[in-house]
């Protein structure tokens, strides 16, 4: 089995919980346009091959629309549940928070997740709408159906508006992040408030935003550490404590993806990724929502 002499790091979340700093997403490439009742045992397989090779953080949401897939990979797996990191998300029925998670964890079979985000702001009209989608977060973390509760796809004014009234504050906040969307005032806030992140997209400035940059200094450094530039991107994050979320359909990749935990970039290296993303603007995702040259 991959991966025994190298686990993959975690991070304490402000809550007290710990979060594995690798994740395996079932979205993007497995994201359902059709009916989710339509099994996908590819997915089912990719998530079993996920699991064997080590990966314990497992990322879903409910407008994937594959949690059946992923509760049936988790049943099929063998593996304990309390050894699994579960996250999945809510936006679709975002109006009615207790029965939507109750339903995540009916297609999940799952007695409860090891977080629970809502997915993104947009569906918002106003602050008090956040505040009051937050209120039933904390409610789901109190009847013990979510052991965390966080964000996604925050920006700076979405999380003012909910650190007002909230109670607990949010672990984290799921957004896309690589060198080409570093959000500096997002992440100061994030620090300020003890709040994590996680990076959906984190090989966009390998995948999709080519040329950049970034290229000639990553490859170079991909060829220093003997891996590829993918892993340099993930090693990225983890150095700067920011939990990465991937994914791959192919078992090789996935398995190389680990390779990530067993090298560390110097504060040299980040800086100057960072420093080089800087020169360049990409947004991979969500780009209907957000104005194309806000980078917070």
């Known amino acids: 089995m991959a991966n025994i002499r190298?686990?993959?790091?975690?991070?304490?979340?402000?809550?007290?919980?710990?979060?594995?700093?690798?994740?395996?997403?079932?979205?993007?490439?497995?994201?359902?346009?059709?009916?989710?009742?339509?099994?996908?045992?590819?997915?089912?397989?990719?998530?079993?091959v996920a699991i064997k090779l080590g990966y314990t953080h497992l990322d879903g949401a409910e407008v994937y629309k594959t949690e059946p897939e992923l509760g049936m990979a988790i049943k099929e797996s063998g593996v304990p549940r309390e050894?699994?990191?579960?996250?999945?998300?809510?936006v679709t029925n975002i109006a009615d928070i207790p029965n939507a998670i109750r339903d995540s964890l009916r297609k999940l079979q799952?007695?409860?997740?090891?977080?629970?985000?809502?997915?993104?702001?947009?569906?918002?009209?106003?602050?008090?709408?956040?505040?009051?989608?937050?209120?039933?977060?904390?409610?789901?973390?109190?009847?013990?159906?979510?052991?965390?509760?966080?964000?996604?796809?925050?920006?700076p004014q979405h999380l003012t508006a909910v650190l007002k009234t909230a109670k607990v504050v949010p672990a984290c906040n799921q957004i896309e992040?690589?060198?080409?969307?570093?959000?500096?005032?997002?992440?100061?806030?994030?620090?300020?408030?003890?709040?994590?992140?996680?990076?959906?997209?984190?090989?966009?400035?390998?995948?999709?935003?080519?040329p950049g940059p970034v290229d000639g200094f990553m490859a170079a450094l991909a060829k220093k550490y003997a891996v590829s530039e993918g892993e340099v991107a993930l090693r990225w994050c983890i150095d700067q404590d920011v939990v990465a979320v991937t994914t791959s359909s192919?078992?090789?990749?996935?398995?190389?993806?680990?390779?990530?935990?067993t090298f560390k970039l110097t504060p040299a290296e980040?800086?100057?990724?960072?420093?080089?993303g800087e020169q360049k603007h990409y947004r991979g995702f969500w780009t209907d929502k957000f104005d194309p040259d806000d980078r917070s």
Do not use: C
Request: charge should be positive.
């Open 6 to 48: 190298t686990p993959i790091p975690a991070l304490k979340l402000n809550d007290g919980n710990s979060i594995p700093m690798l994740g395996y997403g079932t979205g993007t490439a497995w994201y359902k346009s059709g009916d989710e009742g339509k099994i996908d045992r590819n997915l089912i397989e990719s998530i079993k």
């Open 83 to 90: 050894k699994l990191f579960v996250t999945t998300k809510i």
């Open 177 to 210: 992040f690589h060198p080409y969307l570093q959000h500096p005032p997002l992440l100061e806030m994030h620090k300020k408030h003890g709040i994590a992140t996680v990076a959906y997209g984190p090989l966009t400035a390998q995948t999709k935003a080519k």
């Open 110 to 155: 799952l007695d409860y997740v090891d977080l629970y985000l809502i997915h993104s702001p947009f569906w918002a009209k106003s602050d008090s709408e956040l505040q009051n989608a937050w209120a039933e977060m904390e409610e789901v973390q109190k009847a013990g159906l979510a052991k965390s509760i966080g964000v996604s796809n925050y920006l």
């Open 270 to 276: 980040i800086k100057e990724i960072k420093e080089l």
């Open 250 to 261: 192919k078992e090789q990749r996935l398995s190389d993806y680990l390779r990530a935990t």
